[in-house]
Each structure stands twice: as C-alpha cells, then as structure tokens.
C-alpha cells in the first residue's frame, strides 16, 4: 500500500470528505501525504511531532486545519505562530491555496528544517525565523493562529501590543480552554478584546473536545 492510499483510508475512516465542504483530490491527497512523509524523515532527528501515523496526522492535524480552514475568508494573509513541524499552515497551504501563509517560528533549526519540507514541495509560504512579534514591526495580517504554542494569557501578553497589525487570532484550545480564559481575564489581559467561541468539535478517540476561540480588538463606542 502506497503512503497516498495510506492517508486515503485514514481520511476514508474518519469520514473526512463526508463530515468537511472542502474537497481534498487526489493532488492535495499526494501532497499532504509527501508532507507526512518528510516531516516524520525529519522528526528522527529532531522533535517536530508527536503524530507519526495517518491516524494521528488526519484525526487531530488534519482536522484542526480543515475546521481552521472553515473559518477564514478568501484571500486572506495569514501567519502560523510558533509552527514547529508546521502544522497547521503547511496543510493549511495545501488545502487552501487562496491564502497567503506565513509561518513563524523562533528555533531555528525547526525553522529550516520546514522550511526544507515546504520548497520539496513547491509551495508558497513566507518564513520568519525568530519571535513572531518582531515579524509584526514590519508586516501585517489578516489573521494570526496559535497551536500548542503556550496558555491563552501568554499568547494575549506577547502580542498586546501588536494589535495595530491583526485583524485577530484564532486560538485552537483543548478541553480546558474554559479555565485559560479565566487566567487571562485575571491577568487583565482580555480587558480590550472580544472573545468568541467560533468552534467545538470532538478529539478523535476522546470524549473531549476542541474549541476554536476568535480574538478581536473591541470597537470604540
């Protein structure tokens, strides 16, 4: 069985084509399964993922980019924060190439090594090695999003005074994103923002749940 057949009786299993509105043919099949492939090549000499079986790629990466990728308009500028292996934007680039990604990614040697697995497969993504703030001095977004990148008040802290150049975060959170919520209201950091629940959806083989929390500027009265 090839690595493509592979990933497709994971999709297959996971009911992936029947449960999402965008369609994965068997070009974006081919290259998530390329990715797959490079990034675990990869993870043997450096940590990039934990998930290194198509099950765990499509029931938790995969569908934490597609649920992502519901929620974002077309053409909008977009950076991955933290990006580590590089998910979600490498998928995220696949499956939508009407956006423009940009990772960000502060170790170096994680950087390039996705850097590497993004030119072998002739996709279009904008790098920032270092803190994802100082890509903001200069550049602008549509759209930042956050994944296993740290609690919710450190990702309000370090980017509290960037707003000028997000139009807002999309935060993915675990089960208990309720409490993280609480600390940054503690910490005063969500005084100025709106926040929103925009999705919940199962973790494959749990009975949690991840949510997807959109964080905007509140709007002058």
């Known amino acids: 069985m090839s690595e493509s057949q592979s990933l497709a009786e994971a999709l297959k299993k ?4 029947e449960k999402y509105d965008l369609k994965l043919d068997e070009t974006k099949i081919a290259l998530l ?14 940590n990039l993922t934990r998930h290194t079986t198509f099950d765990k790629f499509v029931s938790r990466d995969l569908v934490d980019t597609l649920e992502l ?9 977009v950076m991955d924060v933290g990006t580590g292996g590089g998910v ?7 499956i939508r ?3 423009t990604i940009a990772l960000g990614e502060s170790v170096v040697k994680k950087a390039r090594a996705v850097q590497g697995i993004v030119v072998e497969l002739g996709l279009e993504i904008t790098f920032f090695e270092g803190r994802a703030e100082a890509a903001l001095q200069d550049y602008g ?18 980017f509290q005074h960037d707003w000028n150049a997000i139009g807002r975060i999309l935060a993915i959170k675990g089960p208990s994103w309720a409490d993280e919520r609480h600390e940054a209201r503690e910490k005063g950091l969500l005084r100025d923002l709106d926040l929103r629940k925009v999705s919940s959806y199962p973790m494959a083989g749990t ?3 991840s949510v997807i929390l959109s964080l905007t500027p509140k709007t002058a009265k």
Do not use: Q
């Open 207 to 209: 009975e949690s749940e």
């Open 14 to 17: 996971f009911e992936i084509h």
């Open 97 to 99: 190439p009407d956006l």
């Open 141 to 158: 977004f549509d759209t930042l999003f956050c994944r296993a990148v740290g609690p919710l008040w450190k990702i309000l802290f370090w």
């Open 69 to 77: 990728a519901k929620l974002l308009e077309e053409g909008e500028t």
């Open 33 to 46: 399964s390329d990715y797959c492939g490079m990034l675990w090549e990869w993870n043997e000499r450096m």
């Open 88 to 94: 979600p934007g490498v998928p995220l680039a696949i």
